[in-house]
């Protein structure tokens, strides 16, 4: 049946697709998901099992974020979420390095963004910074160029419209966000808007806005 994907499953890749048929792939990276930095210790190891010893955190030499307590816990926690990383970096590199192969990495806008903060306190599902300002990094070659940087709002809502835009498809007029790269770029807000209504069970009502240059939240 038509649905919004060709293929959604472990199996999904570009290369099913249809010789030279255009596409837009979506690869879900689990290995820094939350939770995943208090696997048990066999599990972990099992995640972690192409690091090596060079690549691995040390907790004792760990820079901790101020708003964490300084205990061996939360180190433990901050190297193995670091740890993790690093093995989602080789997991995008072996991404990349297949595009390469199949002559597509000149032809192929790659987007790389993360899930809204990491898991653990203060980070995934929080309307601190912490939890919201996320990475984002785009490589389209001959457009972009490598190592730039821009510092305007960028929201998630903005990703359909742009991708879109970018695929010369037309922009539905009740589609929230803006168009952020491309020929059809469009100015940035004035604000953002950030709610959390919930933590896990537990409601917990958060309502925030920034601008380029504060942040008001209200609890």
């Known amino acids: 049946p038509l649905g919004p994907w060709d293929d959604s499953s472990g199996d999904a890749h570009w290369r099913n697709r249809e010789p030279d048929q255009p596409f837009f792939?979506?690869?879900n990276l689990g290995v820094t998901h939350e939770g995943q930095v208090h696997l048990p210790n066999d599990q972990f190891a099992e995640r972690?099992?192409?690091?090596?010893?060079?690549?691995?955190h040390d907790p004792v030499s760990a820079t901790l974020p101020p708003?964490?307590?300084?205990?061996?816990?939360?180190?433990?926690s901050?190297?193995?979420?670091?740890?993790?990383?690093?093995?989602?970096?080789?997991q995008v590199g072996e991404i990349?390095?297949?595009?390469?192969?199949?002559?597509l990495a000149e032809e192929t806008v790659?987007?790389?963004?993360?899930?809204?903060?990491?898991?653990?306190?203060?980070?995934?599902?929080?309307?601190?910074?912490?939890?919201?300002?996320?990475?984002?990094?785009?490589?389209?070659?001959?457009?972009?160029e490598a190592g730039s940087v821009r510092d305007d709002l960028v929201s998630f809502l903005d990703f359909a419209p742009t991708l879109l835009s970018l695929g010369r498809a037309p922009v539905p007029d009740h589609m929230q966000g803006r168009v952020f790269l491309g020929e059809d770029t469009e100015p940035p807000p004035a604000q953002l808007f950030f709610t959390r209504d919930r933590m896990?069970?537990?409601y917990d009502?958060?309502?925030?806005?920034?601008?380029?240059?504060?942040?008001y939240i209200r609890n």
């Open 25 to 27: 792939s979506v690869i």
């Open 110 to 144: 790659v987007f790389f963004y993360g899930d809204h903060g990491r898991g653990l306190p203060r980070a995934k599902r929080w309307a601190y910074d912490s939890g919201l300002q996320v990475p984002l990094i785009v490589r389209w070659p001959g457009r972009l």
């Open 205 to 215: 009502r958060i309502r925030g806005v920034r601008d380029e240059r504060y942040k």
């Open 48 to 56: 972690t099992r192409s690091l090596t010893a060079d690549q691995r």
């Open 96 to 103: 990349l390095a297949e595009l390469e192969a199949d002559g």
């Open 67 to 76: 708003y964490y307590p300084d205990t061996p816990i939360v180190r433990q």
């Open 200 to 202: 896990g069970e537990t």
């Open 78 to 90: 901050w190297s193995r979420y670091h740890d993790l990383v690093t093995v989602m970096d080789g």
